[in-house]
């Protein structure tokens, strides 16, 4: 299973093309907890939303340090006499970085409406106003290193 490093920019782009990303956080005692999202990167920082509550939040306020990872499968092999010969070729890009809630509702009505573009996918859709952001959180991941690989075919 050959890997192969990725640029800096190849794994900034696989991060901003991926639609669902998976946050990692840890709380006060160092349990880690792991949850997918939605995101979208904007001026080369990590956007999601969340209720204004919950397991996600908590920790952030006790341990703002993230890592952030995208993946995709671009290939899966099998070999009908050789059961346990599988592999999955895969691209993935992986995020450390710092957390923040972001607490301006023009600001986060700007950012959801980004968010909400990316996942319209060019399809129309209505703006989120200031009054719909004071309803959910924004977190702004500032990105301090980050990394992709590859698992490609042998040559």
């Given at each position: ?8 920019e ?9 639609i669902?990303?998976?946050?990692a ?15 979208v ?29 995208v993946?995709?499968v ?11 010969a ?15 809630v972001?607490?301006?509702?023009a ?12 996942h ?10 200031e ?7 924004v ?17």
């Amino acid at each position: 299973m050959p890997i192969r490093w990725m640029t800096e920019e190849d794994a900034r782009a696989l991060l901003a093309a991926e639609i669902e990303g998976r946050l990692a956080t840890c709380d006060r005692a160092g349990q880690p907890y792991i949850t997918p999202v939605n995101h979208v990167v904007h001026e080369g920082k990590i956007y999601f939303h969340s209720k204004l509550t919950g397991r996600k939040l908590g920790n952030l306020g006790e341990n703002n340090r993230v890592c952030f990872q995208v993946s995709r499968v671009t290939k899966m092999t099998m070999s009908a006499d050789r059961p346990c010969a599988c592999a999955t070729r895969y691209e993935c890009a992986l995020a450390f970085g710092v957390a923040r809630v972001v607490e301006d509702a023009a600001e986060k009505s700007a950012l959801l409406n980004l968010l909400v573009a990316k996942h319209a996918a060019g399809k129309p859709f209505q703006p989120v106003g200031e009054e719909q952001a004071r309803t959910c959180a924004v977190v702004e991941i500032s990105i301090d290193k980050i990394s992709g690989k590859r698992n490609v075919d042998p040559e």
